[in-house]
């Protein structure tokens, strides 16, 4: 589903070049929950970036849902990531301004979709996060955890291949961050793949395995 081959990034700054990702492969096979863990400055938002085709590796071969994606064009990619990619972020990122249901509709209206069909998608997404009495209520009308499912039926509504979690529950109380961990991982018992990132040891037990990131190099769990 995934698949990095020796991808090294590197950010020249001009007087400095910082080696942020060296030599990194990374798989994952369809149906996966993988986390990657690590400390700060270890090139986790770098890797992130990349898994979610935000931007390009300096060199190496990024595959993702069959596609060569590492030497795409930024238009290419937002293709890419409207119709093969899920975002759930540290801080919801919802627009105050519009409904729970407009929220998750919105990535839906760049695809093209009709009115009815987005609606239903969208409703759909809501009621899976168990949010179908809420769908009329604007972000700041919902708690943290509620808003955080919300954003997660938003990355649902599209049906993408990948759900991508960047500190999902970073933001959240412990038992909103629980229920928030629970639905990644029955919406991954239906069949999601998802990649989650953290530096949290007890979130990234949640996920079926753990691969460890420092000083840019990537280790499986357990194999250092
Ligand atoms: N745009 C950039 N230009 C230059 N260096 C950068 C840039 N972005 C990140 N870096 C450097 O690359 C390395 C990895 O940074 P990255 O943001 O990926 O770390 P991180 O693991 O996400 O850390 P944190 O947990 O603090 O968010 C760091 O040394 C950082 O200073
Ligand atoms: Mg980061």
């Known amino acids: 589903m995934l698949n990095m081959e020796s ?6 700054t001009g007087k400095v070049q910082v080696h942020a990702l060296t030599d990194v492969c990374f798989h994952v096979a369809e149906g ?8 700060s400055g270890s090139g986790k938002s770098t890797l992130m970036n990349l898994i979610g085709c935000l931007d390009t590796p300096t060199s190496g071969i990024y ?6 994606v590492s030497t795409m064009t930024d238009s290419q990619l937002a293709v890419v990531r409207n119709f093969k990619i ?12 519009l409904s729970a249901l407009e929220n998750v509709e919105l990535p839906l209206v760049y ?12 409703v759909e997404a809501l009621t ?3 949010l179908g009495d809420r769908v009329r209520h604007k972000p700041v009308e919902l708690s943290g955890g509620q808003q955080q499912r919300a954003a997660i039926a938003r990355a649902l509504a599209g049906d993408p291949p990948l759900l991508l979690a960047d500190e999902p529950t970073g933001n959240l109380d ?11 991982q029955d919406l991954n018992d239906k069949g999601r793949t998802i990649v989650l990132i953290t530096h949290d040891q007890s979130v990234a037990d949640r996920a ?10 990537m280790y499986e769990e357990g194999s250092r």
């Open 174 to 184: 412990s038992a909103s961050g629980k229920e928030v961990l629970r639905i990644l």
């Open 63 to 68: 595959h993702l849902d069959g596609q060569d």
């Open 7 to 12: 991808i090294h990034k590197v950010y020249d």
């Open 208 to 217: 079926g395995r753990v691969v460890r990131i420092e000083d840019g190099r």
């Open 86 to 97: 899920g975002f759930v972020f540290q801080s919801f990122h919802l627009l105050p301004k």
């Open 32 to 39: 996966e929950f993988v986390a990657i863990i690590g400390p």
């Open 128 to 130: 899976q996060v168990g």
């Open 111 to 122: 695809r093209g979709l009709g009115r009815e069909e987005r609606k239903r998608r969208a």
